[in-house]
């Protein structure tokens, strides 16, 4: 295909820059995941449409066109939790630990991941699952499965070295046609473009401007709820509730995340019976945490 088009309005400067309509982007993105693009443009593309700046008209049009690659597998009573591809540096990860706290309950989480993209250069969502025994109510699904035309562009991304427009709309990709998600935000502007980007797409949105831009909450917390149109703002602090868990700001390697949640600490495992019952207070499953 003819993608100098798209590269012009991305990377031609400041001037002469223009935004893409939802449909046009739609067109850049399907043709990069059907492999019409070759790697440098779409690598010139990522930055020049990076520093453009991103317009939600723009994402939804690259969302779109994940649509039409994605085969939905239902799973009732699940939550999406939207975990960055780019991994967990400082803490390890909590839902192993959670998911029996929320199985009572009849909730079911959903989950999805694949190789570490750039740029924080974590401990990816993959390598837990894969190297973890996971409870029965936790649902993972291999990017390599389940999208692979997007798998496919890792070697792309790897390469680019940068953070892409990419890791704001894989997070959240409704495999499992879900109907409450959490997703974590670290700055505070994405909280409001998650709005506009998913809030149409589920009947429950949770936004949890937490640790790592995680849907984990490791220390106090905002946390905005979107539900049928209507926003609701909450504030928490585990030390309000006698949780004791001190966070981490050293970096952790793969193997000793893996370790800390095979053999957690009482005041880890405590952590994660908090963030449980957060979700259940969240969705209505409880009065009070």
Known sequence: MNFLPYLKAVGTGKKRNRDLTQDELQIAMRAMLNGQVLPEQISAFLLGWRIKGETIEEFRGAIDAFDEFITPSPIPNSIEFGYPYDGKVNNPYIFPLMAKYLKPY?????????????????????????????????????????????????????????????????????????????????????????????????????????????????????????????????????????????????????????????KPSHELEILAEFNAKIILFLIGKIEKI
Not at 123 to 141: A, G, M, R, V
Not at 150 to 162: A, E, K, P, T
């Open 106 to 262: 009849g909730i079911e989480l959903s989950l999805h991941g694949d190789v570490l993209q750039p740029a924080k250069g974590g401990t990816p969502l993959k390598y837990i699952c894969d190297n973890i025994e996971l409870d029965n109510n936790i649902h993972y699904f291999d990017r390599k499965e389940y999208f692979k035309e997007l798998h496919n562009l890792s070697g792309v991304r790897d390469r680019f070295g940068m953070r892409s427009p990419f890791n704001t709309i894989e997070k959240l990709l409704n495999i499992t046609q879900s109907k409450t998600a959490i997703i974590g935000a670290f700055h505070k502007p994405f909280v409001e473009k998650y709005i506009k980007l998913f809030q149409d797409r589920y009947k429950r949105l949770i936004i949890i401007k937490g640790n790592e831009g995680t849907p984990e909450i490791f220390s106090k917390c905002a946390i905005t709820v979107v539900e049928d149109g209507k926003r609701e703002e909450y504030k928490f602090d585990p030390k309000d509730y006698g949780v004791s868990y001190k966070k981490s700001w050293d970096k952790i390697s793969k193997e000793e995340s893996i370790a800390i949640t095979k």
